[in-house]
Structures are given as C-alpha cells and as structure tokens.
C-alpha cells in the first residue's frame, strides 16, 4: 500500500447503505484544493440506498454488491478497488460488518464515522439508547476500522449537549450536523 501523504490526492471509496448525507459532504470536501482525498468509487450493499444518487449527479463511478455471500462480495470489491487504484476507504452508514482479512488489506487506511461518544453506544440505535440512559452528551466519532465493530482506534470526536426536548429524531439531525463537520475534519487530521 502506497503512504497516504503526497501532493497528488489519494484516491477513495465511500461505503454507503442508506441517505448518503455523509456522501454527499465527503464530495464535496473532497473539492476544495486542500482536501487531501478525491472520491472516485461509490460502493452500496444495497440499490435501494438513496445516496446512490450522489453517484450520477457528481460523476462518480458507483457499484452495488449482494452481500448474500460476504466472502464473494469483498473478494469482488478488493478486485475493483484495485483496479480503480482505491487507496483509502471512508464508510459513511455502511450497514455491513467487513471480515478481519478484507480490512488487513487495508490496514489504517479504512475509517468509519458513528453517531455516538465511543466507546459508549456501539452498534445500532445509538440515540434512543443515549436518551433512555439519560445521557447528558451526544456526539459522534470518526475512528479506524478493525474487526470489531466500532472499537477501533479514535481519530475525533464531537459532542452536544442533550436537551430534554430531545427525542431520537431531533438528536439524530442535531449529530448529523456535527458528523458533516467533523468527517472533513478527521480526514485533514490524519493525512496532515
Ligand atoms: C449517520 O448518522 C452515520 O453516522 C451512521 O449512519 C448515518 C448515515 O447517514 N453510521 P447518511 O447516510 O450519511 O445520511
């Protein structure tokens, strides 16, 4: 695997299963002369997912694999990141859990962003679960990808205050918000 500094921006896949929003915020970054990364393959696990979309409207090349068996799909997608010379992947709500050995492939150069504080709230539902615990603070996090689902080392992290109006929703918008900065900011952090 290539170093992930240089002048030349480092070729990257978004992994996606749902809206998109973190995508979309991702391409555009992904434009400004000072980001680091340029995002050249789309990849769902889903044809539902909307942030296809984002794939036709930014010229993007984009490919949906059937993770019926995960094996297959990632010995498919290992094929095609290679050929498209993919050296960095962010997962923006991709809902599959990769296998250890397809994130050796990529060791340190796969990152992830989830709507909590981690360690606290791994896995779904994460605001219902922050509310219902009386949690004072939400967030989210960007951290590296290993096995184990949303354990991997923290690059940044960004917090809000819970009000007692709150409920999942309005959370959930509130920390999107935070996601679509602190995403750029996670990716400026590690190539710098
Ligand atoms: C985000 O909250 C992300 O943290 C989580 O799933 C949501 C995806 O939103 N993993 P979007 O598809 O980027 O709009």
Do not use: W
Not at 165 to 174: E, I, R, V, W
């Amino acid at each position: 695997m290539e170093k992930l500094t240089g002048l030349k921006k480092t070729k990257t896949a978004v992994f996606i299963s749902g809206t998109g929003s973190n995508l979309k915020n991702l391409i555009k970054f992904s434009k400004i002369k000072e980001a680091p990364i340029s995002i050249d393959l789309i990849i769902s696990n889903t044809s539902l997912a909307k942030g296809l979309r984002f794939a036709d409207s930014f010229k993007i090349k984009k490919k949906v694999f059937d993770f019926g068996n995960l094996k297959i799909a990632e010995k498919k997608i290992y094929s095609l990141l290679k050929k498209e010379r993919i050296n960095f992947i962010c997962l923006a709500g991709f809902m599959k859990v990769l296998s250890e050995e397809f994130i050796k492939k990529f060791d340190g150069k796969i990152i992830n962003i989830h709507p909590s504080l981690l360690p606290r709230h791994k896995g779904l539902n994460t605001h219902s679960r922050a509310i219902k615990k009386k949690d004072r603070f939400a967030g989210c996090t960007v951290h590296y990808v290993t096995a184990t689902l949303d354990s991997g080392k923290k690059i940044l992290q960004s917090k809000i205050k819970i009000s007692v109006k709150d409920n999942p929703d309005t959370l959930a918008k509130k920390v999107l918000k935070l996601e679509h900065k602190l995403y750029p900011a996670a990716i400026m952090k590690i190539f710098s």
